[in-house]
């Protein structure tokens, strides 16, 4: 089986910072995308950022030039670095991750239990 388990939320003033992280456990292969997505109190989840096997990250609009997504490939991690935070952004954040596992070596994606990120004063 393969396990995600996030880190790293809480509660956080205007401006402040986070790093989320979040790390795979189990019958891993490869890990090929690894993703964050939130969701807000009555909003649809959204992709937020995208870091590739290689390293390519992509983020949504709203979080560029805040936002940083990284990972480390021999820990099976993905993190995101968080910074100048809005109250916009409070959400529940679910890392997810393209997995092949050694089972039956087929992808699959898998996702975490999610942490909360509240931004206010």
């Known amino acids: 089986q393969v396990q995600l388990v996030e880190s790293g939320g809480g509660l956080v003033q205007p401006g402040g910072s986070l790093r989320l992280s979040c790390a795979a456990s189990g019958s891993i292969f490869s890990i090929n995308n690894m993703d964050w997505y939130r969701q807000a109190p009555g909003k649809q989840r959204e992709l937020v950022a995208r870091?590739?096997?290689?390293?390519?990250?992509n983020y949504d609009d709203s979080v560029k030039g805040r936002f940083t997504i990284s990972r480390d490939n021999a820990k099976y991690t993905v993190y995101l670095q968080m910074n100048n935070l809005k109250p916009e952004d409070t959400a529940v954040y679910y890392c997810?991750?393209?997995?092949?596992?050694?089972?039956?070596?087929?992808?699959?994606?898998?996702w975490g239990q999610g942490t909360q990120v509240t931004v206010s004063s």
């Open positions: 997810s991750a393209n997995i092949v596992n050694w089972n039956n070596f087929r992808a699959v994606d898998y």
């Open positions: 870091i590739t096997k290689g390293g390519s990250a």
